[in-house]
């Protein structure tokens, strides 16, 4: 499988969140959410329908349930992760979901 590139933030910040390379590498081959959020940067998710797919969750490297709640956002501009996220559902997630 291909090496994905993080920044230093995104590597410190996915430590401390508990998130693993096989997420990652997960949220950005399957990622069907897409949204830009500024500054060259796209945010990237799986959504809940995707994940309900029986041979997309035998296909995965990590656990589907957690999938659910993490994002990451992209640099277009030097193709790398700058952050990973984990979205409880509050205000301050909202500009990194889909909008209704």
Known sequence: ???????????????????????????????????PVGGGCTV??????????RDLR???AS???KLTCLALVWSDETAEVVTPLVDHGGA????YRRPH
């Open 44 to 53: 990237l998710r799986v959504s809940r329908e995707r994940l309900r797919e």
């Open 1 to 35: 499988m291909c090496s994905v590139s993080l920044s230093q933030h995104a590597l410190v910040r996915a430590n401390q969140r508990g998130i693993t390379h096989e997420m990652i590498r997960d949220l950005i081959t399957y990622a069907d959410i897409e949204a």
């Open 58 to 60: 035998s296909r995965l």
């Open 92 to 95: 301050k997630g909202r500009r």
């Open 63 to 65: 656990n589907p349930d």
